[in-house]
């Protein structure tokens, strides 16, 4: 037997730990930002655009700010930055609006209770998941009775809703009012029969076609022309029924990419099983169609939700209604670049954590292929 | 006895035989699906009568002759305060439409910047587009308008210190002013060039497709094409004699005379729109990349294709596929958010007929129906336009 000596350059041996520049930090360093000239020249304006607007923006929102002043004057004596004061002195406001300070309560819990009826629906490893979704199918009830009183809670009325509370009222509502909705206007696009068929089909091409606050417009100057004389509903109310209207046709569009989702053999099976149009529907078809599209139904409720800020133009006190009135505040007046950023960051926070769930489910949905 | 038992239960169980067989029902459901409308429309229309009348109004359109009352600061055709309100709606539906084209070019623009460098290896680009992508996709639209709105007006100086990056070009929070090209008569021979250049593009492009497929012989036809298109409209220029100035802004008094004005609600409206339109356009430009499959590259290059070949003949295609109906609806949604211009004073045509004119005249009726009526007709024909591409670029199977 032979033993063959196998000879490497020194430093070659493939025994010996990687050379320096071909692991550890340096390698990362090297492969994600010198990888090549181009690289190297998007490497560099990135870090010449960082410089530019991170320690300016730093410097502006956090080193210079102001937390703690009584009006804007005493912000600007104190320092050159952000005045974040007038935040923490309308903090209340822009979480409740003008609701009762002794009621807060109601909206608290409310605001809780919510979390514990969608924690069965939107996760499956809920313990009591069972009894906890009657508790869901039961919560707009009880939502309503905490939020606008009566059955022996003391009454508040609409117009007392504002900032947080509101925007989360608004979305909350017009993406539960409109899933029913949706569902009936997504099977009455898909069904043969051609009346059903040409009112859904318009109906949602018209809603679609026109702009959410041409639809506000429509709630606060038109909708009383409609209905008939004396009476009254008040404009939350209004606008709570256009943004129903509004989402169920955009829901209606994603319930509508889940039913062409199901394969026909789903159709065909449920009908040589004997079960009707509504009996197929409600236990073999929507519940998959419904499965296979809760990633968009979550993102059709981001857009409403981020859609809430408009009812400001139709004068209810969202976070932008209350900005305004912030604004007009001879002590806070030329904030509004502070306000907006604060309500900015509420809603990126918000948004960001509604779509990262979207994208789990979206991952947890993709079995295989 | 017998006869009465025999008619009674009959009609019943005829109607319920109806109801059981899938057509009849199918019939059934449809006349009381139409029945429903039409009582709905009926009880509307007849609310909406008696209202009017309770309100001593009548539905016409006579009022849009009438003179408007209100001025409008940024009017691309004639219009002052005596013009008439249909006049106003013209100019509202010219401002929605140059913001919506500006924005949409400067959204695909960024877009396909911030979807190509959000796929780049260089980590640090990668993040700050990831950064972008998440703000202007999770911080509402309404409210990006008010911020770029709120940036212009508080943080650039005033007119008489305002910056000026450029020889004509001064920043300032009354608007950007930049020189505005002054068009002689002799222009029209630029116009003229760019037209026949156009003609000649696509006939040659024609030609060398046919050449092509007779005999396989291949034309630059994009060198050439674009050559032409850029060449002859140039040559025009300077045969002409230069007939395109420039006028220069100037400061006078308290601000700017002359050259052309982008007012802080227009820029605001623009960068806002795209910025937004192109955070959602990255994220489309990255998908549409990644959804092509390797393969077909591989495949491609099997075939002996060069890599720019494959890029334009094998890729773009079927990206493009992928692409551009979500586009469009990108496109489409801009369109309708510029109908928050309202909230900054911008007058489009929310704010013109849909805001001051109905305000002014209280009909809000008339107003509100010529508004939905125009956004109606957008969005209608960009979904035909849209159907069309998608028939003809979509896969026949089988």
Same mark, same amino acid.
């Given at each position: 037997?032979?033993?063959?000596?196998?000879?490497?350059?020194?430093?070659?041996?493939?025994?010996?730990?990687?050379?320096?520049?071909? #692991?550890?930090?340096?390698?990362?360093?090297?492969?994600?930002?010198?990888?090549?000239?181009?690289?190297?020249?998007?490497?560099?304006?990135?870090?010449?655009?960082?410089?530019?607007?991170?320690?300016?923006?730093?410097?502006?929102?956090?080193?210079?700010?102001?937390?703690?002043?009584?009006? #804007?004057?005493?912000?600007?004596?104190?320092?050159?930055?952000?005045?974040? *004061?007038?935040?923490?002195?309308?903090?209340?406001?822009?979480?409740?609006?003008?609701?009762?300070?002794?009621?807060?309560?109601?909206?608290?819990?409310?605001?809780?209770?919510?979390?514990?009826?969608?924690?069965?629906?939107?996760?499956?490893?809920?313990?009591?998941?069972?009894?906890?979704?009657?508790?869901?199918?039961?919560?707009?009830?009880?939502?309503?009775?905490?939020?606008?009183?009566?059955?022996?809670?003391?009454?508040?009325?609409?117009?007392?809703?504002?900032?947080?509370?509101?925007?989360?009222?608004?979305?909350?509502?017009?993406?539960?009012?409109?899933?029913?909705?949706?569902?009936?206007?997504?099977?009455?696009?898909?069904?043969?029969?051609?009346?059903?068929?040409?009112?859904?089909?318009?109906?949602?091409?018209?809603?679609?076609?026109?702009?959410?606050?041409?639809?506000?417009?429509?709630?606060?100057?038109?909708?009383?022309?409609?209905?008939?004389?004396?009476?009254?509903?008040?404009?939350?109310?209004?606008?709570?029924?256009?943004?129903?209207? =509004?989402?169920?046709?955009?829901? *209606?569009?994603?319930?509508?990419?889940?039913?062409?989702?199901?394969?026909?053999?789903?159709?065909?099976?449920?009908?040589?099983?004997?079960?009707?149009?509504?009996?197929?529907?409600?236990?073999?078809?929507?519940?998959?169609?419904?499965?296979?599209?809760?990633?968009?139904?979550?993102?059709?409720?981001?857009?409403?939700?981020?859609?809430?800020?408009?009812?400001?133009?139709?004068?209810?006190?969202?976070?932008?209604?209350?900005?305004?009135?912030?604004?007009?505040?001879?002590?806070?007046?030329?904030?509004?670049?502070?306000?907006?950023?604060?309500?900015?960051? =509420?809603?990126?926070?918000?948004?960001?954590?509604?779509?990262?769930?979207?994208?789990?489910?979206?991952?947890?949905?993709?079995?295989?292929? | 006895?017998?006869?009465?038992?025999?008619?009674?239960?009959?009609?019943?169980?005829?109607?319920?035989?109806?109801?059981?067989?899938?057509?009849?029902?199918?019939?059934?459901?449809?006349?009381?699906?139409?029945?429903?409308?039409?009582? $709905?429309?009926?009880?509307?229309?007849?609310? +909406?009568?008696?209202?009017?009348?309770?309100?001593?109004?009548?539905?016409?359109y006579?009022f849009l002759t009438e003179?408007a009352?209100?001025?409008?600061?940024?009017?691309?055709?004639?219009?002052?305060?005596?013009s008439s309100h249909l006049r106003a709606t013209a100019v509202?539906?010219?401002?929605?439409?140059?913001?919506?084209?500006?924005?949409?070019?400067?959204?695909?623009?960024?877009?396909?910047?911030?979807?190509?460098?959000?796929?780049?290896?260089?980590?640090?680009?990668?993040?700050?587009?990831?950064?972008?992508?998440?703000?202007?996709?999770?911080?509402?639209?309404? @409210?990006?308008?008010?911020?770029?709105?709120? @940036?212009?007006?508080? +943080?650039?100086?005033?007119?008489?210190?305002?910056?000026?990056?450029?020889?004509?070009?001064?920043?300032?929070?009354?608007?950007?002013?930049?020189?505005?090209?002054?068009?002689?008569?002799?222009?029209?021979?630029?116009?003229?060039?760019?037209?026949?250049?156009?003609?000649?593009?696509?006939? $040659?492009?024609?030609?060398?497709?046919?050449?092509?497929?007779?005999?396989?012989?291949?034309?630059?036809?994009? +060198?050439?094409?674009?050559?032409?298109?850029?060449? @002859?409209? @140039?040559?025009?220029?300077?045969?002409?004699?230069?007939?395109?100035?420039?006028?220069?802004?100037?400061?006078?008094?308290?601000?700017?005379?002359?050259?052309?004005?982008?007012?802080?609600? $227009?820029?605001?409206?623009?960068?806002?729109?795209?910025?937004?339109?192109?955070?959602?356009?990255?994220?489309?430009?990255?998908?549409?990349?990644?959804?092509?499959?390797?393969?077909?590259?591989?495949?491609?290059?099997?075939?002996?294709?060069?890599?720019?070949?494959?890029?334009?003949?094998?890729?773009?295609?079927?990206?493009?596929?992928?692409?551009?109906?979500?586009?469009?609806?990108?496109?489409?949604?801009?369109?309708?958010?510029?109908?928050?211009?309202?909230?900054?004073?911008?007058?489009?045509?929310?704010? +013109?007929i849909?805001?001051?004119s109905?305000?002014?005249?209280?009909?809000?009726?008339?107003?509100?129906?010529i508004?939905?009526?125009?956004?109606?007709?957008?969005?209608?024909?960009?979904?035909?336009?849209?159907?069309?591409?998608?028939?003809?670029?979509?896969?026949?199977?089988?």
């Amino acid at each position: 037997m032979k033993t063959v000596q196998q000879q490497y350059e020194v430093g070659r041996h493939p025994d010996l730990p990687p050379p320096l520049v071909e #692991r550890g930090v340096v390698k990362w360093v090297r492969d994600n930002f010198f990888s090549d000239a181009t690289s190297i020249v998007l490497t560099a304006v990135a870090l010449y655009f960082l410089y530019k607007v991170v320690p300016p923006f730093v410097e502006w929102a956090f080193v210079d700010a102001v937390w703690n002043a009584d009006h #804007r004057n005493e912000c600007r004596a104190r320092g050159e930055g952000a005045c974040w *004061a007038v935040l923490r002195a309308r903090i209340a406001q822009f979480t409740y609006g003008y609701y009762p300070a002794h009621l807060y309560w109601r909206v608290n819990t409310a605001f809780v209770l919510l979390f514990v009826a969608l924690a069965p629906l939107l996760f499956e490893h809920v313990p009591g998941r069972r009894y906890l979704l009657w508790f869901s199918l039961a919560y707009p009830v009880l939502a309503f009775f905490l939020l606008w009183g009566g059955l022996g809670l003391e009454p508040v009325e609409s117009a007392k809703f504002g900032g947080f509370l509101l925007t989360i009222v608004i979305g909350v509502t017009g993406i539960v009012g409109s899933l029913p909705l949706g569902i009936l206007l997504a099977l009455g696009r898909r069904s043969r029969l051609l009346i059903v068929h040409t009112i859904s089909m318009v109906f949602i091409e018209f809603v679609r076609g026109v702009p959410l606050i041409t639809l506000l417009f429509i709630a606060s100057t038109l909708l009383n022309y409609f209905l008939p004389p004396g009476t009254y509903f008040d404009l939350l109310l209004r606008v709570l029924i256009m943004v129903t209207l =509004f989402a169920s046709a955009y829901l *209606a569009e994603v319930i509508r990419g889940g039913l062409a989702g199901i394969p026909k053999g789903q159709f065909e099976a449920a009908d040589s099983l004997g079960l009707g149009y509504w009996k197929s529907m409600r236990l073999i078809i929507l519940p998959q169609a419904l499965h296979i599209s809760i990633p968009n139904i979550v993102n059709t409720f981001i857009s409403l939700y981020k859609d809430t800020t408009l009812v400001v133009i139709v004068g209810l006190a969202d976070p932008l209604g209350i900005s305004r009135a912030t604004l007009a505040d001879s002590k806070w007046q030329g904030l509004s670049t502070e306000i907006y950023i604060a309500i900015a960051v =509420f809603f990126f926070v918000s948004c960001f954590a509604m779509s990262r769930y979207s994208l789990y489910l979206e991952k947890k949905l993709h079995t295989g292929h | 006895m017998t006869t009465a038992t025999a008619i009674f239960p009959n009609p019943l169980r005829w109607a319920l035989g109806l109801w059981r067989d899938q057509k009849h029902r199918g019939t059934i459901i449809q006349i009381m699906a139409l029945v429903a409308l039409l009582l $709905f429309i009926g009880i509307i229309i007849r609310n +909406t009568a008696i209202n009017l009348q309770a309100l001593g109004l009548e539905i016409g359109y006579d009022f849009l002759t009438e003179p408007a009352n209100y001025d409008i600061n940024q009017h691309l055709i004639d219009y002052n305060s005596l013009s008439s309100h249909l006049r106003a709606t013209a100019v509202g539906v010219i401002n929605t439409a140059l913001v919506s084209v500006c924005g949409i070019i400067l959204a695909t623009v960024i877009g396909l910047f911030a979807g190509i460098l959000r796929l780049s290896k260089n980590w640090l680009v990668n993040r700050i587009m990831y950064a972008y992508v998440e703000f202007g996709r999770n911080v509402p639209v309404l @409210l990006q308008i008010l911020l770029f709105h709120a @940036l212009i007006i508080h +943080t650039l100086p005033h007119p008489r210190a305002s910056l000026s990056p450029m020889d004509g070009v001064f920043l300032s929070n009354r608007g950007f002013y930049v020189p505005q090209p002054v068009l002689e008569p002799a222009a029209w021979a630029i116009l003229a060039a760019l037209v026949i250049a156009a003609a000649l593009a696509w006939w $040659f492009a024609g030609h060398a497709k046919r050449v092509q497929e007779n005999t396989g012989r291949h034309y630059p036809v994009f +060198t050439i094409n674009a050559a032409l298109i850029i060449g @002859l409209p @140039l040559l025009a220029f300077f045969l002409a004699g230069r007939p395109i100035g420039l006028d220069f802004p100037q400061l006078k008094g308290f601000n700017y005379q002359g050259g052309m004005v982008l007012r802080p609600e $227009f820029t605001a409206l623009w960068f806002a729109l795209s910025f937004y339109a192109g955070a959602y356009i990255a994220e489309l430009v990255r998908a549409g990349i990644l959804a092509i499959n390797r393969g077909q590259t591989e495949a491609a290059y099997s075939l002996g294709l060069k890599p720019n070949w494959t890029m334009r003949l094998v890729i773009l295609p079927q990206a493009m596929r992928v692409m551009v109906p979500p586009l469009i609806s990108q496109y489409l949604g801009l369109i309708k958010d510029s109908s928050l211009a309202i909230v900054i004073g911008y007058m489009d045509i929310v704010a +013109t007929i849909g805001g001051i004119s109905l305000n002014q005249t209280g009909r809000a009726l008339e107003c509100m129906s010529i508004t939905l009526f125009i956004y109606l007709s957008i969005s209608l024909g960009v979904s035909t336009v849209m159907n069309w591409y998608n028939r003809r670029v979509s896969l026949v199977e089988r």
